[in-house]
C-alpha cells in the first residue's frame, strides 16, 4: 500500500496520559499536515511540515501538543497530559508542494 | 482569509435520482477547490477539483462540480444517486495565499434511500 499509513488507528487513554501517533506519508511527498476532526464538524488545520521544518502551528495546538518530523519522511504528534476535550480524529494527510492532499485513515483517540 | 459554506448539513435522496451538495466559499484569491468524501471508518477520499482550468469539473463515481466564480459556488452533482454514494462530503478550499493549503467545510451528510 502506498497511501498514508497512520498508527495507531484506534487509542484509548485515561486523562492525564501521554499519547503519541505516528504518520507515515506517500514517501516522494515533501509536504506533511495534521488535521484534527471532532464529531460532525470539518477536519480542522494543526500543523504542517515542508520536508523536516514545522512551517506553521495552529493555535488550536496547545503548547501540550508537539509534532515532529525528524528526517523529514515519518513524523509523530504527541499529546501531554491528554484532557477529555482532545478526544478526536486525528489525520495525517501529504502532498508535493503544488499538489493537493492525499489523506490518511486517522487515528481515533477517546481519552476517558 | 478563506472559508467554505456548505449550506445543507443533511441531504436525503431515493436511489436513482439526482443528488446537488450545496458550497459556497470566500477567498482572497484565486482558490482551488475540492470536494472530499468520507465514508465510515474510512480515509477522506478525494472525488475532485478545481484549479483554474475548466470551470466543469468531472470526478469519480460520475460526480461532477461546477466552479461559478460570479457566485462563489462550487455545488457537487450527480445525475442518478447509488447507495453506495452515502457518505459525508466536505468541500474545501486552498488558499495560495495561505500555508494552511486546506480549509473544510463542516461536511453534508448524504443519505440514499431504496
Known amino acids: 500500500d502506498t497511501g498514508v499509513s497512520q498508527n495507531p488507528r484506534h487509542k484509548i487513554t485515561k486523562r492525564g496520559q501521554n499519547v503519541t501517533f505516528r504518520c507515515d506519508p506517500i514517501?516522494?511527498?515533501?509536504?506533511l499536515y495534521w488535521y484534527r476532526q471532532t464529531l460532525g464538524q470539518g477536519p480542522e488545520f494543526l500543523t504542517y511540515?515542508?520536508?523536516?521544518?514545522?512551517?506553521?502551528k495552529s493555535r488550536l495546538l496547545s503548547d501540550r501538543f508537539s509534532a515532529e518530523r525528524p528526517k523529514g519522511s515519518f513524523s509523530t504528534l504527541e499529546i501531554q497530559r491528554t484532557e477529555q476535550g482532545d478526544s478526536a480524529m486525528y489525520l495525517c494527510?501529504?502532498?508535493?508542494?503544488?499538489?493537493?492532499?492525499?489523506f490518511g485513515q486517522g487515528t481515533r483517540l477517546t481519552v476517558v | 482569509a478563506q472559508s467554505v459554506t456548505q449550506l445543507d448539513s443533511h441531504v436525503s435522496v431515493s436511489e436513482g435520482t439526482p443528488v446537488l451538495l450545496r458550497c459556497n466559499y470566500s477567498?482572497?484569491?484565486?482558490?482551488?477547490l475540492f470536494w472530499y468524501v468520507q465514508h465510515p471508518n474510512k480515509g477522506l477520499q478525494l472525488l475532485l477539483k478545481?484549479?483554474?482550468?475548466?470551470?466543469l469539473v468531472k470526478g469519480i463515481n460520475g460526480f461532477e462540480a461546477e466552479f461559478k466564480k460570479s457566485e462563489t459556488s462550487f455545488h457537487l452533482t450527480k445525475p442518478s444517486a447509488h447507495m453506495s454514494d452515502a457518505a459525508e462530503y466536505f468541500c474545501v478550499v486552498s488558499d495560495p495565499g495561505s500555508a494552511r493549503q486546506l480549509t473544510f467545510g463542516s461536511g453534508t451528510q448524504l443519505t440514499v434511500l431504496p
Open positions: 477567498s482572497s484569491y484565486s482558490p482551488s
Open positions: 494527510a501529504s502532498s508535493l508542494v503544488r499538489g493537493w492532499a492525499f
Open positions: 511540515f515542508q520536508n523536516e521544518a514545522q512551517l506553521e
Open positions: 478545481y484549479t483554474s482550468a475548466a470551470t
Open positions: 514517501s516522494e511527498h515533501n509536504r
